[in-house]
């Protein structure tokens, strides 16, 4: 019997059963015979059986390419990970995944010495606060504790001149209601 087979909208054949699979046939391709009423799935056709379970040329599978980054600011980069994946390039003198565990921000008693004590020096305390975490995602831990620091000595000093400036106003309004 001969048969023609649909490749991608167009008609090819007449082809006999042997000459489907080297011309495209799969399971899923539709193919029509004199007779028929209309094209059918080459998997529903029974005479094409015997053919479909043909061990067919498979594509191989596409692998992700392995780049090698380039070394900058002289220190040596890892290869990238399989599929793409990207390593953060060690920095600073640790090795990836071996970095001190992050300080504390102390965002906490910046905000609270903001809004209690001396706001001028607990803005920069908050600032401070709040690059401890981007430094020490950077892979900068000396920067990074650096500005924890800085969050705590700020914050600090914002609550002692709070403090001064409490017990003054404390000071001048029992010294006024004496008179």
Request: aromatic share 14%; hydrophobic share 40%.
């Amino acid at each position: 019997m001969q048969y023609y087979l649909s490749n991608n909208g167009q008609q090819i054949g007449p082809f006999d059963e042997a000459q489907l699979v080297a011309n495209g046939m799969t399971a899923n391709s539709y193919v029509w015979w004199e007779g028929q009423a209309g094209w059918v799935l080459a998997s529903q056709v029974p005479a094409l059986a015997p053919y479909l379970q043909q061990p067919q040329y498979q594509q191989p599978q596409y692998q992700q390419p392995q780049y090698q980054q380039p070394q900058a600011y002289g220190y040596e980069q890892p290869a990238a990970q399989p599929y793409g994946g990207y390593q953060q390039p060690a920095a600073y003198g640790y090795a990836q995944g071996q970095m001190p565990p992050r300080p504390e921000t102390n965002l906490v008693w910046a905000i609270l010495c903001t809004l209690f004590c001396c706001w001028p020096l607990g803005i920069v305390a908050i600032v401070n606060a709040a690059g401890v975490n981007s430094a020490y995602n950077a892979g900068n831990y000396e920067e990074a504790e650096r500005k924890s620091k800085a969050a705590k000595t700020w914050a600090m000093w914002s609550a002692i001149l709070g403090l001064i400036v409490s017990v003054i106003y404390v000071i001048v309004l029992v010294a006024s209601s004496n008179y």
